[in-house]
């Protein structure tokens, strides 16, 4: 018997699995599972599970995409997956099933338009730092302490009693970020 299985998922507690759970059931899934857990997570519990409980014939229901893969290489291998074991994948929101041909070249249309904007989104940061590396912009955060401000503590740490923690609370700065721009200072004798 060919079953319609969901899979829900929020990324925190306090969200809900109210709306996935109600078109999951509107769409006639039999079993839904439902997880609360960050889309970053390789390891996602309940997705195993429904994975295991999934049958050549069944479908795959959920509400978005982006409830399944945690990015578009993630879902893109996820489905292939499923197509391999002969399992139908449906995702409610941007109608995508590829239960016929029509809707597996429709998926993977998509899959490839998505890589082409990633692509596109990557050539150009790159080209943009490019250009600002060549007007002598640097990227990054700005240093927290200034040329003037590592002598000046150069200078308080050669004192054999002054302590760090207390240099580092003067420059607003932790022991690390200290140690980070003026390395290690020995005492005088």
């Not at 409830?67 to 399992?87: C, T």
């Not at 429709?106 to 998505?114: D, I, N, P, S």
């Not at 692509?119 to 302490?145: H, M, S, V, Y």
Request: with cysteine; charged share 30%.
């Amino acid at each position: 018997m060919n079953q319609r299985i969901g899979y829900a998922r929020v990324s925190t507690d306090d969200q809900h699995l109210d709306l996935q759970r109600d078109a999951l059931t509107q769409a006639e899934c039999n079993v839904i599972y439902e997880e609360a857990i960050s889309g970053k997570n390789a390891v996602r519990p309940e997705l195993e599970q429904c994975l295991k409980a999934l049958r050549s014939g069944d479908t795959l229901v959920v509400w978005r995409l982006d409830r399944l893969g945690r990015s578009l290489p993630d879902l893109v291998k996820i489905v292939a997956e499923l197509e391999q074991r002969g399992v139908h994948f449906e995702s409610l929101t941007e109608k995508v099933e590829t239960g016929s041909a029509a809707g597996k070249l429709q998926f993977h249309v998509f899959a490839a338009l998505a890589e082409f904007e990633r692509a596109l989104i990557r050539e150009r940061t790159q080209a943009g730092l490019a250009a600002a590396r060549a007007r002598g912009r640097a990227g990054g955060r700005k240093p927290k302490l200034d040329d003037q401000q590592m002598r000046e503590i150069k200078a308080l740490l050669r004192d054999p009693d002054m302590r760090v923690a207390d240099v580092a609370r003067r420059y607003g700065v932790s022991r690390t970020t200290l140690y980070k721009y003026v390395g290690i200072v020995t005492p005088r004798q």
